[in-house]
């Protein structure tokens, strides 16, 4: 019999390969979500092949990675944390944790993180810092501002469009932020 173990251990190492590698929601899928700061948009990239876009808006005082600086880093980063998968649509959070709160998009006078949180990670020597600088892809309530850079670092979403994008990407996923067109 242990040859028969032997057997079903080669079957089973490969699968738990793929498992272990995949930054996807899927089995042998691989994310990249791509952001363009002139575009203001996300493209969603799913094993080489682009898949959705979505508006975005990014900092309002450009790009770069120096601490204090509210600007959106570039280069290459990666999905470090997902936070609020079950949370609604509105779920406001403050230090990343929910508040209780929920509001609606558009709501007057308010700008909090909502809905859904991907905090990201910098690869690059001059956006290591990016998870420290708390740069996330989150949810907004201010909608309607989506399309322009008016963040302050982060990647700002329409609540509906981040938990599209939340549901799509795993801890991992790369994330490439350009300053160029799509």
Not at 73 to 83: F, Q, S
Not at 110 to 136: F, K, S
Request: glycine share 10%.
């Amino acid at each position: 019999m242990p040859s028969s173990r032997l057997i079903l251990l080669a079957f089973l190492a490969p699968l738990v390969l793929i498992t272990v590698s995949c930054s996807g929601s899927n089995y042998g899928e691989r994310n990249e979500i791509l952001v363009s700061i002139r575009d203001q948009k996300i493209l969603l990239v799913q094993d080489g092949k682009p898949v959705k876009a979505y508006p975005v808006s990014t900092s309002k005082f450009g790009v770069g990675s120096g601490n204090r600086t509210n600007r959106t880093p570039l280069g290459r980063l990666e999905v470090a944390k997902k936070i609020g998968g079950n949370a609604p649509v509105g779920a406001v959070f403050k230090g990343r944790r929910r508040t209780g709160e929920v509001i609606r998009p558009n709501a007057p006078g308010r700008d909090p993180i909502v809905t859904r949180i991907l905090w990201l990670r910098g690869v690059e020597q001059h956006n290591r810092n990016t998870m420290a600088r708390c740069i996330y892809i989150h949810g907004t309530p201010e909608e309607r501002n989506i399309g322009r850079p008016v963040s302050y670092g982060c990647i700002r979403m329409k609540s509906k469009h981040v938990i599209d994008l939340f549901r799509r990407v795993g801890v991992g996923a790369d994330v490439q932020i350009i300053r160029g067109s799509l």
